[in-house]
């Protein structure tokens, strides 16, 4: 049960950022304000580098843990 939920999280984890993204991209089109759409692209790209980041360590330590567990 514990490794459903792991594999669970890493999903939500790795798919924050697109929903980010897409959210991002749809407030910069409603805004037609070249500026403010800019600003508020750069407000959704960091957290969506950073959940990348995280995403992405969070699948290596499952996967290294998963190579030690079997050894």
Request: charged letters at 10%; zero cysteines; hydrophobic letters at 60%.
């Amino acid at each position: 049960m514990k490794d459903v939920l792991t594999v669970f999280a890493i999903a939500i984890v790795g798919l924050t950022p697109f929903i980010l993204f897409l959210f991002g991209d749809l407030v910069s089109k409603a805004i037609s304000n070249v500026w403010l759409g800019l600003l508020v692209s750069l407000l959704t790209i960091f957290p969506l580098v950073i959940s990348s980041m995280f995403g992405m360590l969070g699948i290596v330590m499952y996967v290294l843990r998963g190579y030690e567990s079997e050894k």
